[in-house]
């Protein structure tokens, strides 16, 4: 059975950073795709950030370039999210997810999900 197990949120400041990791576990072979995805209390999910595991090609929404960081270590079958400089409007739960065979980039379509991680930034 494939896992997903989001860590490293927390509360922080206006201006911190955090780092999020995201262990996989129960798929055998490689995923094709993993991804964060965000939800604040009342609003739709929100993709993050993805990656296409065979090459590291990255995508990004447009709210968070240039202040988050998406990485995979291969290794040890972990995603991670390099938050830096958060704003207030970044408090939200953060999802990851993985797909074994397509390319969603930032669009919600992975086939595992992870159960979340809260992140809140207090201005």
Known sequence: ???????????????GSLRLSCAASGYTSRFYSMGW??????KEREGVAAIKIDNGSTA?????KGRFTLSHDGAKRTLFLQMNTLKPEDTAMYY???DPRFWYGVAAGYEYWGQGTQVTVSS
């Not at 059975?1 to 201006?15: I, Y």
């Not at 990004?60 to 968070?64: E, L, V």
Request: net charge neutral; proline share 3%; glycine share 18%.
């Open 96 to 98: 990851c997810a993985a």
């Open 60 to 64: 990004y929404a447009n709210s968070i």
């Open 37 to 42: 995805f965000r939800q604040a209390p009342g």
């Open 1 to 15: 059975q494939v896992q997903l197990v989001e860590s490293g949120g927390g509360s922080v400041q206006a201006g």
